[in-house]
């Protein structure tokens, strides 16, 4: 697959946050064929418009690196003022005004692993699915 986008999102200032952002070096370095970007969740995110978007992120709640598919699975959290949103708000937002892609993949990982197993994980997700 040519066309493909990878997001990672996080905060390299912030430790629980930082883990996703470690992997920018290395994702770029294994594929220089796909457009590798960062964010942070409280930008202005632009979804690309054609293509598979894959969408890395620390996530709360989880032990084991897992990839999901369908907005519906991501738990919603109550939200009481614009400093709760986070992803997860963003994407349903977008998927809302029709503006996620339809091909995209979230890969959500824990934020307790190291960097060289968290690696091998997302490199083997991205290099088998489409």
Do not use: C
């Not at 969740?41 to 084991?64: L, Q, S």
Request: hydrophobic letters at 45%.
């Amino acid at each position: 697959m040519k066309d493909v986008t990878i997001t990672v999102f996080g905060n390299p200032d912030v430790p629980e946050d930082a883990l996703a952002v470690s992997l920018l070096f290395s994702l770029k370095k294994s594929f220089p064929q796909y457009h590798i970007i960062h964010l942070d969740p409280n930008e202005n995110i632009i979804p690309p418009e054609r293509g598979f978007w894959w969408i890395i992120d620390v996530a709360e709640g989880i032990k084991k690196v897992t990839v999901f598919r369908d907005l519906d699975l991501l738990k919603s959290k109550r939200y009481l003022s614009v400093h709760d949103m986070d992803l997860s708000f963003t994407l349903h937002l977008l998927s809302k005004l029709h503006k996620l892609p339809k091909k995209f993949g979230i890969i959500a990982i824990p934020r307790y692993f190291t960097k060289e197993e968290l690696f091998k994980e997302v490199l083997r997700i991205i290099s088998t699915s489409p």
